[in-house]
């Protein structure tokens, strides 16, 4: 597929709120897969794991959906920020009135330089016309020696294992794709993601000012189909 562009960030919203319409995180994130709901719980915990938010941190969690995340931080005061206006009120609900939520573009967070002591950011910035300008943001506003938790999905690794389980029949099993399932493209990068990422290519979106200090693969290290990165302000 040709690479999208846009115009203006009207465009851009639109092209969001479309997506976002189609693809239902409530059923994503409690997908009828025993196996993808594995995956995503590694990936999960792993954020957590890195991210160590203590009780006195502020935590911003930039796309924070529907709020399936944020919810669930283990400490710190929660901020939230997505361009969806669709997915901010699922989140008022689920987060109730102790979170601080706000409609912003990941590229122009609505906070001062230097305010937060943990940032994450996770299967967002390939959906994202400018994903290194998001992480440049995202390190405005973490304060020096805070730590950003970051990640991806592995898409050549990814679209590898689905074309094979299609080959062999199993993607409709184990995935439970189909009428029953959770419906999704051969290829989300021929639909909802704008990015594709590999191992150096994400490492490489990382400016100096944050220091990577850890890399995993999710579920396992020899299956990445996930990458999260722990880096540090410097």
């Known amino acids: 597929m040709a690479a999208r562009t846009f115009r203006s960030r009207t465009e851009v919203q639109a092209w969001n709120d479309e997506m976002v319409a189609k693809y239902d995180l409530d059923r994503f994130h409690n997908h009828p897969s025993v196996l993808v709901r594995w995956i995503e719980g590694e ?5 957590w794991a890195l991210l160590a938010p203590r ?7 930039v796309g924070c959906g529907a709020g399936h995340l944020l919810a669930r931080v283990p400490a710190g005061r929660q901020f939230g920020v997505d361009l969806a206006h669709v997915l901010l009120q ?21 906070f001062p330089s230097d305010t937060f002591e943990r940032v994450y950011c996770s299967e967002v910035l390939e959906h994202l016309p400018d994903p290194a300008a998001a ?3 995202i390190r405005r506003v973490l304060r020096k020696g805070g730590v950003a938790v970051l990640s991806v999905p592995n898409e050549s690794l990814i679209n590898a294992s689905k074309a094979l389980l299609r080959r062999t029949g199993l993607l409709r099993i184990l995935l439970r794709t189909g ?13 909802w993601h704008l990015h594709t990422f590999d191992r150096v290519s994400f490492l490489a979106l990382i400016p100096r000012t944050l220091r990577v200090t850890h890399v995993y693969g999710v579920p396992l290290r020899w299956l990445p189909l996930r990458y999260v990165v722990r880096c540090e302000a410097v």
């Open 43 to 47: 990936r999960v915990r792993r954020i």
């Open 55 to 61: 009780a006195s941190d502020r935590v911003l969690e």
């Open 90 to 110: 699922r989140a008022r609900r689920r987060m109730g009135s102790g979170t601080a939520l706000a409609q912003a573009d990941a590229i122009d967070l609505p």
């Open 135 to 137: 992480i440049e943001e």
């Open 179 to 191: 009428r029953a399932g959770y419906d999704m493209p051969d290829r989300m990068d021929d639909e």
